[in-house]
């Protein structure tokens, strides 16, 4: 996207100044026109009421991807710590540069987040790009699009990966409208066509029976949001350096659209907590009832574990959605999943295949979670994980 300024249309109000993050706008007598800051980021574009700011899309065929290097990574944080999102968006990252020889850099927005550039590098990005201020202390979508534009813009990344989490798929459709990139949403697998040096991108489709593969051969940056628990996490280096840029922003409070009162943290218990769990064990169809799942609920406990569930059991309204694994809940990457009483629907499949270990119990002996099992047993879930609970809790008391 690119913008110019109709001088005969403006009335000189000044509303274009306040939005602007890099301050890539001033006035010249009494008409707004745009300096050699301005990163074309269309943040000013609203706030015209003249009509006097237009915006001009390019044309994909005008677009030269030559000039378009390096893979970026935009990290999320929470409590001045990177997500595991992130991590693992440099893990796969790194792989990507490494074949198209280009650099992994990396992007942090914030309000004192320095040491998560630090971070980022130990993980590594080769360089990071650091926008430090106040008003980004908290995810907003009009700042952060703002920023992140501007930067792209400026720099011209040849991919971009941003995590299919709820800030990601907010974000990430944002930017590509603005910058006139395609994008990719909620991918699960990503390699590199180094002939036509392609990003090839797969995502489940058509409610996760096939997986499609796409390409975007004429727009950059190549954009695609990825499944959290899907990669492998990058190797911390605590010894790794590289640079780390820091991006001027000149930031209005009063020009964003929505204010944060007030955060206020859901407590779920911690037998919830499956985006992070080391061991889920998750209760499916086979438990017959709702009252049933106390069997898994006493197994997780025995072992410290997460409580999870098929679709099946959250449609039947045995257990809250907050539990459910699979392509439409949470994809996890525990080190040990126990699967019970759960057929192996491909969408529950999708959401828990990259587990290091799983361990199925089914009394069908041709269900497909076997497939994928690590270990499988076939029986009745009533005699066996009770029985499972029992021997654990002996041995582990």
């Given at each position: ?190 390699e590199i066509d ?124 045995w257990i809250p ?77």
């Amino acid at each position: 996207m690119l913008i110019r300024i109709i001088p005969e249309k403006c009335t000189g109000c000044k509303l274009c100044l306040r939005p602007c993050p890099y301050a890539g706008v001033e006035m010249v007598g009494e008409v707004a026109v745009l300096n050699e800051r301005c990163t074309f980021c269309g943040a000013c574009v609203p706030f015209c009421k003249s009509g006097a700011i237009e915006v001009v899309q390019r044309q994909l065929t005008s677009v030269d991807t030559g000039k378009y290097r390096g893979v970026w990574v935009i990290a999320e944080h929470d409590n001045g710590v990177l997500r595991s999102s992130t991590i693992e968006l440099l893990g796969e990252g790194r792989k990507l540069a490494d074949k198209l020889q280009a650099p992994l850099e990396g992007v942090v927005l914030g309000d004192g987040v320095q040491p998560l550039a630090e971070d980022m590098i130990r993980y590594g990005a080769d360089k990071v790009y650091v926008a430090d201020h106040p008003v980004l202390s908290r995810y907003r979508t009009g700042p952060y699009a703002d920023v992140t534009c501007g930067l792209v813009n400026k720099k011209l990344p040849e991919i971009i990966l941003v995590s299919a989490s709820t800030q990601g798929r907010d974000l990430a459709p944002r930017l590509a409208a603005r910058i006139g990139a395609g994008l990719t949403a909620d991918c699960t697998a990503l390699e590199i066509d180094p002939d036509q040096r392609l990003l090839v991108q797969t995502r489940p489709a058509f409610g996760g029976n096939l997986m499609a593969t796409i390409h975007c051969p004429n727009a950059r940056p190549q954009m695609a949001t990825v499944r959290p628990n899907v990669m492998k996490k990058a190797a911390l280096d605590p010894g790794r350096v590289g640079d780390i840029e820091n991006v001027p922003v000149n930031l209005d409070d009063r020009a964003v659209a929505t204010k944060i009162l007030e955060v206020i943290r859901q407590e779920e218990g911690k037998e919830v907590n499956l985006a992070d769990a080391q061991i889920i064990v998750s209760g499916g169809r086979g438990l017959g009832k709702a009252e049933n799942f106390q069997l898994i609920r006493n197994l997780a406990e025995v072992l410290g574990a997460a409580v999870g569930a098929s679709r099946a059991t959250v449609d039947a309204g045995w257990i809250p959605a907050y539990h459910q694994v699979g392509q439409t809940g949470k994809t996890v990457q525990p080190k040990l999943y126990i699967a019970c009483g759960i057929s192996g629907a491909v969408q529950h499949l999708a959401g828990m295949s990259s587990s290091d270990t799983i361990v199925a119990i089914n009394k069908d002996a041709n269900a497909p979670i076997f497939d994928v099992a690590t270990y499988g047993i076939v029986g009745d879930l009533f005699e066996i994980v009770p029985a499972l609970t029992s021997k654990l809790k002996e041995l582990l008391s």
